[in-house]
Nanobody
Framework: VQLQASGGGLVQVGGSLRLSCVASGLRFERYSMAWFRQAPGKERVYIGAITRSGGGANYEDSLKGRFAISRDNAKNTAYLQMNSLELEDTGVYYC?????????????????WGQGTLVTVSS
């Protein structure tokens, strides 16, 4: 099983990025997909998760309205759309997969993890 996250890069404050996570080696439609992030010197934290079907999602309260998770089961890909980026959004972003309808907000419960993609927000 492999999760390949991509799409990170350097962006200015107020800008947008869309991250992708391509999964292989698993039945993608059976897994809830989540995104986490880790800022420099801090612990990894939950961003949000999307259901197996893509019909529902939940988010960390502070990120609602700016971040949105989607998926395309035909492409085995999950996405994280990030808008109105702030300096505090800088960090490494990880995707994760859990075999349940909707993943939890607790990282240790996830079975598979991507390698992370770096997002740097500059002023």
């Amino acid at each position: 099983v492999q999760l390949q996250a991509s799409g990170g890069g350097l962006v200015q404050v107020g800008g947008s990025l869309r991250l992708s996570c391509v999964a292989s080696g698993l039945r993608f439609e059976r897994y809830s997909m989540a995104w986490f992030r880790q800022a420099p010197g801090k612990e990894r934290v939950y961003i949000g998760a999307i259901t197996r079907s893509g019909g529902g999602a939940n988010y960390e309260d502070s990120l609602k309205g700016r971040f949105a998770i989607s998926r395309d089961n035909a492409k085995n890909t999950a996405y994280l759309q990030m808008n109105s980026l702030e300096l505090e959004d800088t960090g490494v972003y990880y995707c994760a997969a859990e075999n349940r309808i909707l993943g939890s907000r607790y990282g240790p419960e996830y079975t598979y993890w991507g390698q992370g993609t770096l997002v740097t927000v500059s002023s």
